[in-house]
Structures are given as structure tokens and as C-alpha cells.
């Protein structure tokens, strides 16, 4: 199949930025990223500049690849990283257009790649639960039951990528933090630091600039991963309950 | 040659961790706080070692290329992670573990460590479990296990098929926190190109800024690689894209040993390739051998008629299946390890069976699991005779619950259904046992450099058994070198702060620099991804699933002309002093050109076959691995000389006090 890819490129965070088009040729078994190696290996060959993106398990898992494409996170498939998007989804003659993340709290880097190292400080804010290693009993100690272990899971298999920033049109965090938040509050293990924690990450997630949620819900319909916006409202509840209910705050 | 030391404690097998680690010295907790460590990697090794040695005091400087830590390669961890504590009355043990784990290497792994490994293996599941980590559980809320390869009993925790990332998350946030807490000085997209020695002793690293391409130089008491394995320098593996061996390359440039370098694990299900232009392979976790059943055609004819198209799996009768793994080994069937249905796979292929158009792929297929579990489903919920299409809804429901992601990410990549076509599957490059070597202590014969994780050698023999990669990295990070790093240190607590405008730190970095520089100098008309691929070809030809001798003299010739070619004509676009992901794959290119060498000439000499080390010319009348336990039990550890000189082999001879070394049958 005979593509038009408009891509972005900027050169460094300052630079302003542009789409350029190019011309590649594709086949429908590839993965997109596939497909960008096969441009790139022509930029190459050119002696011009590849284009810039992150990736790395290439199995949807890392959560490193990050573009737009066509005005969606992660382009057209429900479920499905870039890395994992097919080219068997898209046309002969088709005009893809491929974009960075775009948020505030994201900027670029160069051309694809942005900087999402906001998302690990507002892990460091609070996502974890405090034990020093040895300090645990036996595992079978802690009993879960089965559906809310099932829960937490569901909202644990978060990759970190972003999508739900750039699919947002407020370029909120809050499925990213509420996600992590309801992990461990479903918890018994988790429960105990609760009310800190949800205070302290909604905090540096403000304070990384990260908009305010209006319950657009793209970002659980992006969501490569399929976590649910339940999380949000489960984060709210813990929040208010942290801010009125208990004597933590922070 | 001499022969090496690995350092193992005297005393009785069960006692020698217990003892060893109450009677070695310690560092006292205000000494901790002036002592400084750098880890280099954070998958679970690496994050869980940076975590616990926070906790401990120790000053500590952590390092990724990624843009952040939870994006290590341990992520995409799938099937579980094994654990000796017999939750399921099954007759597990810590015994039971060594001893599957040292027989399922091939007996080429100490036994002192492997017990140990075994004996902290409970630790890690109690750990992850208080971190919050959401293991399977039962309806009863107790934790769940399942079966893996090689062994008998049910010991592996999972997270469905994303073990790995659950407890990478899980090992991520403990460094979180101590990040927050100042412990802990978090580097991210810096890449570690060479370690530096004082006197001797590593005593820091030079690391590129990925985003600005700065050198920068970072200094410490120790430095602790865990930046994993080297499988790609078959350029297709399961191995992520950026995975490599450049820092334990650089390592061994400056005097580290490399052991075993060509015991590489060949994984027996992943999705077969379908292109030139494809730049990874997928894994299919083993787990999926507990319900799968693995098949090709009896007949040539039906493989070939469904290699062109004209019949699909669904068209060949029972009674035309070859299940060979079954057939085969009966006694452990499709759980057989996998060195072993790996090459069982290579040979049904062999025989022109394969049911992939290439002709290397074979089947595997959930029908009579979903069969089974449909039925066992119909009768927990009261339904009496039940039809078939609603066993094989309610089967394929259990199939989902178990593998679901599995099958969504397979039917991703193929287009096919899994739950109505069986899969497509053939063996890749997964995993390395081989890595640098290290002592009882997890140190390198450099004092003060230690390794962690799929980067040193120590546990997996020949071959690693499934769900024990995991293991292995949190026990070396969260249980044994928070201890053992401390008899080093020990002696260190007088050492003041290395300064990093020392000689050593200014000598290293130019180094360093003249090789970036050199790369892009070159100016060529190849691509770096081109050499790569090339080079792949060649190890995967020659170095693969089946070696042998004339093979290998002529891959190690074919590597020397290729790096030749490489330092001619290759092409970096880009400066170095930006952010350029080409000039990174460069430099891991080249060093790949030379570790693939290493690692021919380590298979060359190696005259048995062994795990996943096949030498063709050993094998006994049915096609198994023979074995030279006369010969070859031993750990090869190569001291690099020079380029185009031989490496020289240094034997640790492998001593085994409690187990017997038998031919290892899983008929």
C-alpha cells in the first residue's frame, strides 16, 4: 500500500515545528512503528533525519510509544497501543497524520517524542505503599477477595503512556492518577496510607500542570489499556473523604 | 588460564546462606549514609537493588535510558514467577526448586547459589504481596499458582499474563519513594557507556545525557550493573528494541569476564515471523503450555497443502495430529522445558511439517482445554447435558479469564482468532543465561563492580526454566546483594567521596568520546539497523538452536568481515550532541559486533551440548543433547585481550556435593 504520511518535526523543544510529508510504502502485515522504520530507513538512506519516536517493548506493554495519529492517541483501534496498531486497518492511498502527545505537562522533545517524566513524580508524590523490603509476612497473611484483587488489577495495568493526557481536552491526569490511586486503595494493604496518598499525588499532579477533568471521557475511550473512569470517580470519593473525613492532610 | 573462585561459603548446602549471612561483616548504619552507589538499569533487579540498598542507608544514583524507570524490559514479563512455598500441597520445597532449577539448566549452574535462590524465593512473594502487587487469587482470597515448564508441581504466581509488569510496578514504586525520600538520585534517558577504575575498583561510570548527548562522569563507592540481557544481538528476539549489552560489553572491555556467553534460551512460543521488515518477535508466555496443545501434521502433504492455503487446522482429523510433544515425553508432555520443545519444534519443521508459509511454525491448540474446562464450567453451574456450543462458550470463557491478553495481543499481530483457529507459534531468541561473571557475592572479578539479574550468569546453567527470570532478579535485588554488597563496603568505609576529577574519570570519558566521534565519522552509505539485521542473520544461522563446529568457525568469520564493513561504510545521521537515537543503536551495534564473536568462539569450544547449547556433533541416537561432564563442567569466563586477538578461558570448575549429574530425561 501506497501512503501519505504528514508527520511532525520539530527539532528541540524551542523549536516551533511543522508537518512535513512524506511518501512511504507499507505493507498490511506491518505494525505502524514497522512502518515508520521503513521511512526511516529511507531518511536514512537520503542522508536526512529520522524521525524521533519512542518505543521499545513493541508488545504494548512498556508504554514508551506515544504518537497521535489521525487526532487519536494510538490511533484508530480501541485497545491498542501504536506499537501494536496494524497497517491492515489503514488503506492504499490513505493520508495518515502523525502528531506528538500534546500537553502542557508533555513537552516535546524532538519531533515524536515527548517528556512525560511528570507522571514519575506524581508516583514519587504517593503511589506506592511504604515497606522496606523484609519487613513482610507471609503472603497468604493478607487475604483478597477474588473480584476486588481482580479490581485493583484492572486499574494496576495502567502502562504509563499518557494517552489519557492527549486525549483530554483539558490535558487532565486524572485517569493516570486515579488508576493508581484506586489500586491501592482497594487494597487492604494499600489501605492504610490511603488518605495521604490520594491528597499527595492529586497535589503534584496540580502542580505539574495538568488540567482540571470535565468529564469528557475520551480518555478511557483512548485508553490503550481500557482503564475505566470508575477509577476517577473512586479517586474523588477518596479525595473528599481524605480532605473532610480524616485528620491527614497535606 | 587459571582457574576462578566463586568465593561459595564451606558448610553444608542448607546452611551455608543462613550462616554466611549472619557471620559476614556488616556496614554500620552511620557509615551507610557516606557510602555512594550507582545502579545502572531498572528492571526488577536493578529497581528492587536501588530500592532495598536506599532502605538500607546507602547513598544511592540510579540509571535508565529510559524516559522513565517502569519502562524496563521486565515489563513485558508475562506468564508468573516461582516461589517455593508449597501452597498447594503438592510436595514443593526449597529442595524441590534447587532441584529443578539445577536440572533444568543442565546441570552447568553452581549449586550454592541456586539453593539460595531457592531458599529466598517465599521472601519475594511476601514482599511484592505487601507492596501492594495484585496476584491472582482465589475465591477464597488466597493467592493462586499455576504450572510451568520442566517441573511437577504448581509453584508459579501470576498477575494473568502480566506478571512481569505487576511486580515491576511493584519494585518501581518502592524507588519512587525513595526518590521522594532523597535516598535515591533518579537519572533518566542516560545511557551508561563505560565504567571507570580507580586502583583498580570501579569507582563510577560515564553516562550520556540522551537528551542533550552531554558526557557526564558519576562517581561512587560500587557500581551495580542490572541492565539485563544480550539476545539481541540476534536482532530479532523477544527482547525489547532497545534492550543491549553495551554496559556489560564496556564492562568486559575493561577487564570484567564474560561466562558462558552461548548459553542463549531459545523460547519455543512465539508468533513465527512474517516479514523482512519485521523488527521484533513476539512472545506467547509459556504459560499457555498448561491448556495448549502443541501439533503439526503426521503427513508432509497436509503441511504443505496448509502451508499453500488449501486446508486450514480445522481440516486434519485427529488422527492425523502429530501432538509430538506428548508423543515424544510423556511424562511431562507439552511442560517439557524449553531448550527441549524448542528444538523438538526445529525438528518437526525440519521434516517439512511446519504449517506456516515460511515453513517454521507448528500449531498450538486450545480445543480440548476448551473443551474441558467448558464441561467442568457447565457442571459447577447445574447445566445438565450440555450442547457443544455452549461448552465451548463457557470453555472459552475459562480460556479468557486465564489468557485473555495473551489471545487479544495475538490476535492483534496475526489477525486470527486463537479461540477458534489454533496459533501459529515457532521458537526466538528470549533470553540469556550467559552474562557476566560473578561470585557467591554477585561481584565481579572487578572489586566493587557487581552484577544483577539477566546480566550476570549465575543461576540458569544452560538453560533458565519459565517463571524463574523473575525470581532470579528480585532475589538478587531485594534479598541477596542488599547483603553481600556489604562485604565490600565493609572495607571501603574509610573512602571518602570519589571525586570525578580524577585521572581515571578524565582518561574514560575521552575514550568514550573518541569512540562516539569515531562512529560518526565514518560517514558510510549503510544504516546501522542494516549491519544489525546482517549480523542477527549470521548468529541466528550459526550461533542458533543448532550449532556445530565448522558452522561456527565460519560465523566467526563472517562477524570479523561484517564488523570490518561496519567500521567502513556505516552511516549515523545526526550530531552527537542532540538527542539521536541513531548514533545509540550505533554504538550498541558495535559492540554487538564483537560480543556475537565471543560468543561463537565460546560455542566452539564448548564440545557437548548442553541446555539450549546444541553442538550437532553431540547428541545421542534420538536426537537429545549429550552432555560432557568430564569435560565441561565447568563455567567458561573469557577475559577479553584485544580485537582479533583470542580471548583467554578462565575455568570455574562447577562442583556438585549434593546433587548427582544424570542425563536429564523428561520422557
Redesign the interface.
Known sequence: MKLTLKIWRQK?PDDKGRFVTYQVEA?E???F??ML??LN?Q???R????V?F???????????CSMVINGQPHGP?Q??TTC???M?HFKDGDTIYIEPFRAKAFPV??DL?V???A??RI???G??????????????T?????DT?TE??DA??C??CGACVAACPNASAMLFVSAKVS??AL?P??RIEASRRVQNMVKQMDEEGFGRCSNVTACEAECPKGISITNIARMNREFLKAVFGSKETV | MKQLDGHIPPGPLKEKWTTYRSTMPLVAPNNKLRLDIIVVGTGLAGASAAASLAELGYNVKVFTFHDSPRRAHSIAAQGGINAAKNYKNDGDSVWRLFYDTIKGGDYRSREANVYRLAEVSANIIDQAVAQGVPFAREYGGYLDNRSFGGVQVKRTFYARGQTGQQLLLGAYQALSRQVALGKVELYHRHEMLDVVLVDGKARGIIARNLITGELERHSAHAVVLATGGYGNVFYLSTNAMNSNATAAWRAVRRGAYMANPCFTQIHPTCIPQSGEYQSKLTLMSESLRNDGRVWVPKKVEDAEAIRQGRKTALDIPEEDRDYYLERMYPAFGNLVPRDVASRAAKRVCDEGRGIVPTGLGVFLDFSTAIERYGKSRAHAMGIHNPDEATIRRLGEQVIEEKYGNLFEMYEKITGENPYKVPMKIYPAVHYTMGGLWVDYNLQTNIPGLFAIGECNFSDHGANRLGASALMQGLADGYFVLPYTIGVFLSNEIRTPRIPTDLPEFEQTEKEVRARLEGLMHIGGSQSVESFHRRLGKIMWEYCGMARNAEGLQKGIRLIRELREEFYKDVYVPGRMDEFNPEMEKAHRVADFLELGELMCIDALHRNESCGGHFREEYQTEDGEALRNDEEYAYVAAWEWTDLGKDPVLHKEPLVFENVELKTRSYK
Open positions: 528541540s505493507n502485515h506491518m505494525s512503528l514497522e522504520d521503513v530507513q531518511l536514512i538512506e542522508k536526512e533525519e529520522p524521533a519512542d518505543h521499545d517493548c513493541r508488545e504494548g506493554i512498556c508504554g514508551a483501534m485497545k491498542t501494536q496498531l496494524h491492515r522533545v524532538k517524542v517528556d512525560r517524566s507522571f514519575d508516583i514519587q508524590a503511589g506506592f505503599i511504604s515497606v522496606d523490603t523484609g519487613q513482610a509476612q507471609d503472603g497468604n493478607i487475604l483478597i477477595p477474588k484483587a485493583a488489577f494496576a495495568t502502562i504509563g489500586h491501592l487494597l494493604q494499600g
